[in-house]
């Protein structure tokens, strides 16, 4: 089957991961991911409230307020999941204990920075966990975003123009129309997503990069 | 042992204009309800909050900002509370937001004797303005200040009558270590205990550090409001396709 829009970064950032990872995945696409785990994935997904092995929501008959994530929606335990103090849930996170985390964006740049917290005077809900996924103790850092804004503007920038919420972290950008590799020399296509061309995206994307060598179809 | 139950009112006496105040709600929900309607009806304003998010509207702590009785916020977001955005746009509410992961980790520090921790999160960015920067072994880390606060409002799912808490599954989230950090520690409780009843092994909060239990009087701790809705949305699928 092939995917497309947010199902395919959903799909793709799903390939990331191997059996056992702990994860840490943010609200929206992000989260998705947990539905296309390639066959014989298992994860161990963290709610920064404080669980080791999120499940699937609950049928709403099952729904306990002691049984949350960070959103406030309801979850449930996988067959091995715990609860943890808070505290240690970010012990975690900038410990180095988690392997990978997926995030959405406002704008992220070819130097590996994101802002995704903060439009002055416009935007300020606040940055929750995010600087802490952002802190360097995760080495995989994906961010999984529409490619543009609605306006039409990239989001995938030379610089950043808004707050940061961190500097140099991402490692892995993918979006609906490819997929980019953040490297010290600066962006790596390597993948298109069906129907796109190196040009296509040239023409939608302010930061610039190289193609990759063994550019590949985004799936 | 000392009996730790008190009334309503006898914890609302406890309670002023102008204090520093810690809540452990989660968007609202787990919250000292009780006390929280306490504190609205007796006029308690001036308060400075402090709370990983800013609740709801119509939940918990954020019924404390929507009513104004704000004055400044100490949290990682505010975002699903409209009234506690509106406030700091008007500059009616001074909000300083802290990285989640930091929050705790300064509040911890309040209440375990430490001056401070040494963080990356936030390092490059505008966290790091006004704030001491020290290098340890070749990594530059964000020197952290401690907080506390006058009061900690508690929420937990069992007490026993000398103060030892449990809370349940996720409900843990901010309990312990608020508990660490102020000169008043009060808990509203789902259920009061006789002493010994509680494991053990489950007691988060030891008794010593907790002054004040309140049992609440009406219902358990309420879904929260939004969870309804969605249970509307999914019963209305399930009705579609039946």
Known sequence: MAYTGRELIAARCAKFFKDGDFVNLGIGVPLMCVNYLPEGVDLWLEAEIGVCGCGPMPHYSQWDMNMADAGSQPISLIKGGSFLPHDRSFGFIRGGHIDATVLGTLQVDAEGNIANWLIPGKVAPGMGGAMDLCAGGIKKVIVATDHCEKSGASK???????????????????????????????????????????????????????????????? | MKNKVFTLEEVLDKLHDGQSVMFTDLHGGLAADEIIDGMLAKGVKDLTAIGVSSGRHNMGMGKLIADHRVKKLLTTHIGLNKASIEQM?????????IPQGTFAERIRCGGFGLGGCLTRSGLGTQMQEGKQIVNVDGLDYILEKPIRADVALLHATKADKAGNLYCAGTSHLCVDYMAMAADLVIAEVEELVEIGELDPEKVIVQAPVVDMVYVRQGEKAPLWKSWASQIAKIQEKEAAQA
């Open chain 1, 156 to 219: 995938i920038l030379k610089k950043c123009t808004l707050p940061l919420t961190g500097a140099k972290c991402v490692t892995d950008i993918v979006t609906e129309r490819c997929y980019f590799q953040v490297t010290p020399n600066g962006l790596v296509l390597k993948e298109l997503a069906p129907g796109y061309t190196v040009e296509d995206i040239r023409a939608c994307t302010d930061a610039d990069f190289t193609v990759a060598e063994d550019l590949g179809v985004m799936e």
């Open chain 2, 89 to 97: 746009f008007a500059g009616e509410l001074e909000v300083e937001f």
